[in-house]
T-cell receptor, first 111, second 112 residues
């Protein structure tokens, strides 16, 4: 079975530019998560979807971050405009009754 | 937000030595998990614990869910070079598809 697929793996952008990340979860996993992992820290949840509904977005900075999960499968996370402090690894995960699986992440560098 | 206190922050050991790391919380968690993260990859689940007092093994790894539900430890026996990486504890207040709350990680270096 294919794992959680994320793209791109790396992204370098200038501050104030927009950026988008894409995630394809494991087939059949209804729950999808976006986590942000700052250097030297553990991942922190940004948003959780149950199918196409965002059920926990309390940690998502809504002034510049947005996410969508159309049709309850793939998801995109967007930052507009990016700030220097947004440099981090953005991890997507999906889950079933048998547990979580994380993707390899997108490493974002804002310069 | 909620945080898990994980220690030690880093460890440098010789191949063959045993390793122990732990995680504490001010809140009760009903699920504790231990993950390993290699450079450039996402966390991979090592062990999941669902009952207070539970002791679970996975090969050379052993983890325990503290009786107070506020702590957990992970032991690695007879370390090998491929054990190198960052180990994270994570907790869930209730379980299921709920978010994971992570510790800051323990970076393990194994000298051959």
């Amino acid at each position: 079975e294919a794992g959680v697929v994320q793209s791109p793996r790396y992204k370098i952008i200038e501050k104030k530019q927009p950026v988008a990340f894409w995630c394809n979860p494991i087939s059949g996993h209804n729950t999808l998560y976006w986590y942000r992992q700052n250097l030297g820290q553990g991942p922190e949840l940004l948003i959780r979807y149950e199918n196409e509904e965002a059920v926990d977005d309390s940690q998502l900075p809504k002034d510049r971050f947005s996410a969508e999960r159309l049709k309850g499968v793939d998801s995109t996370l967007k930052i507009q405009p990016a700030e220097l402090g947004d440099s981090a690894v953005y991890l997507c995960a999906s889950s079933s009754a048998y547990g979580y699986t994380f993707g390899s992440g997108t490493r974002l560098t804002v310069v | 937000g909620q945080q898990l206190n994980q220690s030690p922050q880093s460890m440098f050991i010789q191949e063959g030595e045993d390793v122990s790391m732990n995680c504490t919380s001010s809140s009760i968690f009903n699920t504790w998990l231990w993950y390993k993260q290699d450079p450039g990859e996402g966390p991979v689940l090592l062990i999941a614990l669902y009952k207070a007092g539970e002791l679970t093994s996975n090969g050379r790894l052993t983890a325990q869910f503290g009786i107070t539900r506020k702590d957990s430890f992970l032991n690695i026996s007879a370390s090998i070079p491929s054990d190198v990486g960052i180990y994270f504890c994570a907790g869930q207040l209730r379980g299921g598809s709920e978010k994971l709350v992570f510790g800051k990680g323990t970076k393990l270096t194994v000298n051959p």
